[in-house]
Nanobody, 118 residues
Framework: QVQLVESGGGLVQTGGSLRLSCAAS????????MGWYRQAPGKQRELVAS???????NYADSVKGRFTISRDNAKDTVYLQMNSLKPEDTAVYYC????????????WGQGTQVTVSS
């Protein structure tokens, strides 16, 4: 089992910044990819950004140039720096860790609310 604990969500005005953190604990597998997903009301959960153990990153087109994902492997923690926030970024943000080798498995955090006011 892997536990993921997110922090850093909140309310911010348009154009503001937030930094999300997600700390993993338990039987952490490697190699892995850690990522952030989000789900807005009435919409499907979508990938925001992900980063592999060796540092390869992937971003949704909607956040490129505004969000930056990073990780500290020594702390098993992933971060999401969100700048120039827009109201459409409002969602519950979920942390995910995905095993990159068979058997595939992944775990989710409980989610943290990000609200961007206009």
């Amino acid at each position: 089992q892997v536990q993921l604990v997110e922090s850093g969500g909140g309310l911010v005005q348009t154009g503001g910044s937030l930094r999300l953190s997600c700390a993993a604990s338990g039987n952490i597998f490697s190699p892995n990819a850690m990522g952030w997903y989000r789900q807005a009301p009435g919409k499907q959960r979508e990938l925001v950004a992900s980063i592999t153990s060796d540092g390869s990153t992937n971003y949704a087109d909607s956040v490129k140039g505004r969000f930056t994902i990073s990780r500290d492997n020594a702390k098993d923690t992933v971060y999401l720096q969100m700048n120039s926030l827009k109201p459409e970024d409002t969602a519950v943000y979920y942390c995910n860790i995905d095993r990159l080798r068979p058997p595939r498995m992944d775990y989710w955090g409980q989610g943290t609310q990000v609200t961007v006011s206009s």
